[in-house]
């Protein structure tokens, strides 16, 4: 065991550092996304938006502009601050206490897999929101009924497929999904929301993205084969190209009616969609 308060103190400076570094990168891809990317989309789509969501719309993304700035440099700064100290601790215990190297160099490791372990496998599944539901799908359902009749009987399900990294997919989160909710909370309907991917690759910004938009619902991640092959059997078309978003309507029997729903942002023409089997 090494007994040094430095030695320590200096190598949860350093481990500390990939977090900042994992940080910094999201807060780039969200700046690209919901700064510029918002503000591009508003102007090539305003007729979406009425004119109060508009001008709120700008308002948010002019408000996390500022934000995301501030955390990248932030974060950046303390990166560099943390690196310099960091190595200044290490540097001052090696030169006391002279000691070899595979010690140290096994509990900086550990120390640092300990902390990403917490960041990237424990942090993300923590939901303190109970409106957000994670199911299990069995390989063997390979048309939601079993699921549907466990979890939704007698419900109108509206089904959205969507990837982590589709900015169209995103983009509804942002806008018109919870207005859709706020719509419909007094009817007899539920949403269910199914990604697919690698676990290994995607399963973190999977329940970063769902924390994130707090997007409440039901939700299923798959693995892309299992995903690709209840959209096309969902579909009804083997041969269909996976899009992304993909939205559908089951009725209250489970039974697919309607296989490429209308968006959100949709508005009237999805609801008017829903209202017939609601």
Known sequence: MIRSAKFWIGTILLAVIP???????HHTVDWGKEVKGEIID?????????GDQKSQ???TAFDKNTNLTFLIYLKSLLSLLFLVLGIYLLVHYVKKNRPGFLKPAMAIAVVMICFLSVKVFLLPRIITNDKIRFLTLAKDDT????????NFKGKVVYIDFWGTT???CLDEFRHFTQPLKNKYKS???????ICGGSYLRHEYMWREQIKKYNIEGNHIFLEFEQYADLYRNLANNKKNLITMPRYMILDKTGKVVISDAKRPSDRDSLSSQLNRYL
Do not use: M, R, T, V
Request: net charge negative; with cysteine; glycine share 6%.
């Open 187 to 193: 009817k007899n309907i539920s949403f269910l929301y």
């Open 42 to 50: 508003i102007a090539y789509h305003a007729e979406l938006f009425p």
């Open 19 to 25: 977090l900042l570094l994992i940080d910094i990168g």
């Open 166 to 168: 589709c900015g169209p």
């Open 143 to 150: 048309a939601l009924q079993n699921l549907y009749n466990a």
């Open 57 to 59: 719309a700008l308002e």
